[in-house]
Nanobody, 122 residues
């Protein structure tokens, strides 16, 4: 059974940092492309970042470029999202996802975590 479990969310002031983790089990982690998405109240789920299987290729959304970094530890079956210079508009539930294709589209990912809440106060 595939499981993706996010952690690391919380409440932080604007300008602060959070590091999200996603622990994967039940799948060959290094064989999957991974991504982070987020969903704010009343809004659609949106792409945040994606990373290739070996970590050599990364894509981040324009809205977080220069502030967020995606990385992975294949030996530890863990995906990360380092979030710096956080803004109130970054407040959302953050989801990790795994798929067979490198994509910025949520529909192309096969597995999803339950999400972790990140709240940025002004």
């Amino acid at each position: 059974q595939v499981q993706l479990v996010e952690s690391g969310g919380g409440l932080v002031q604007a300008g602060g940092s959070l590091r999200l983790s996603c622990a994967a089990s039940g799948l060959s982690f290094s064989s999957y492309f991974m991504g982070w998405f987020r969903q704010a109240p009343g809004k659609e789920r949106e792409f945040v970042a994606a990373i290739s299987r070996d970590g050599g290729t990364r894509t981040v959304a324009t809205s977080v470029k220069g502030r967020f970094t995606i990385s992975r530890d294949n030996a530890g079956n863990t995906l990360y999202l380092q979030m710096n210079s956080l803004k109130p508009e970054d407040t959302a539930v953050y989801y990790c996802a795994g798929g067979r294709y490198y994509s910025t589209k949520a529909g192309e990912y096969d597995y999803w975590g339950q999400g972790t809440q990140a709240t940025v106060s002004s």
